[in-house]
Each structure stands twice: as C-alpha cells, then as structure tokens.
C-alpha cells in the first residue's frame, strides 16, 4: 500500500511531548492511510501538505525517517534523492526490495515537508504529526520484526530518555535497541560522511550489524 500524496502505538520510552491519538474503533490500515492522506492539519506548510509514506500489513521492516525533503514532497517516492541512496547503501538493499512496500515500510516522523530553519536546513517535524498518525499507521502492521531509526527527531520520537544525550553513544550502543527490535542510526545526508569518518567504528562495527539485521529480518 502506497501513500504518496496526500494510530501503531507509541513503543514504550518514546516520546511524552503529545499523547499519541487512538483509532477509531475497527479502523482498518487501509482506512488509516486514506485519512492521513487526506489531512489538512499542517495546510500552512510552505509547499502544503503532501504526507509521504508506504504500509503494508505484510511489512517486516519498518524504516521512520525524518521527514521528507524537497525532491520526495514534488515526487511522493520516499527517500528518492542522495540521502535514500546512501542509506540503502547502508542497508544493503537495492530499489527493488527498499521499494517493495509487502516487505519494508516507510513512515517518517513528520509526514509532510516541513519548510526551512531561518538560517538554512530543513525545519525538524511537526511535533503533532507522529504523535497522531503513528499509532494508526504502525500499529496495525502486525509483521513489523525490525524498526530503523533514522535521524536524531526518529530516534527521539520513539526512544525518549532510553536514547542518549549524544547521537554518536545511541548509534554505537546500538545492541540494547536493538535487542527490542529498533535500531537507531544517523540521517545519511553528506554531512554525514564527515560525522562516519571521525567516527571509523560506525562502519567497522554498526553497517555490518545493521546489514545482518536487515537479511535476518527480511528472510522467508
């Protein structure tokens, strides 16, 4: 199931800045990706709202970004510009399987384009946006084994206080999330080529771990 244009509840540890919005009752993932598509809550976005996301009940791996950029907000294809060709690289997946939605997806922290910071960069999420759309989304995705974190806002948003302080000691301590089937990870835009290369042991140790992961979670 594709969302392109436009409740899974919030995992213990994870964030108490809003609490998250229950489904109507016998709301079907079907029924829930039709609603978020057709929301209007952020209509002051500066490009509006576009939420971009992919669900499936079959799904094994379940990725939450960030939010999207520029260049998936004009296509509505998750993670498609440099960012999501680096972290299928640290994936290990090709297009095919990253895209394949009965396998893996998609569902970032803030559904929607959130416009630039006043000094450059993209704004963070809307704060309002996982907290109401995550438990319907993820929740009825009962295959999900794997969750990858990606970014610092992810890792907020379902981490809470059991991240830490740092980004670099969650993505290295990596084994106890792990152990409850998150993974947290750095957001592989180009600045993260100079954060990996004073940090050798993201590749040595945490690339390979999370490939392995990956094909665990992903096998038949």
Known sequence: MTARNPRAEIPPGGSA????????????LENAAAAALACTRCATLPLGPRPTFRVSPTARLLIIGQAPGTRVHATGIPWNDPSGERLRDWLGLGPGLFYDS?????VPAGLCY?????????????????PLWHPRLIG??????????VGSHAIRAVLGRGAAAALGETVRGFAAPLAAGRFPLP????RTRAWAARRPWFEAEVLPALRAAVRANLAD
């Open 140 to 149: 009825p995705m009962r295959d999900i084994r794997l969750t990858l974190l």
């Open 114 to 130: 959130p416009g630039r910071l006043p000094r450059g960069g993209d704004a963070p999420p809307r704060p309002e946006c996982a």
């Open 187 to 190: 957001h592989p835009s180009w």
């Open 17 to 28: 800045e809003a609490l998250p919005c229950a489904a109507p009752p016998g709301e079907t």
């Open 102 to 106: 009965s396998r893996v997806a998609i």
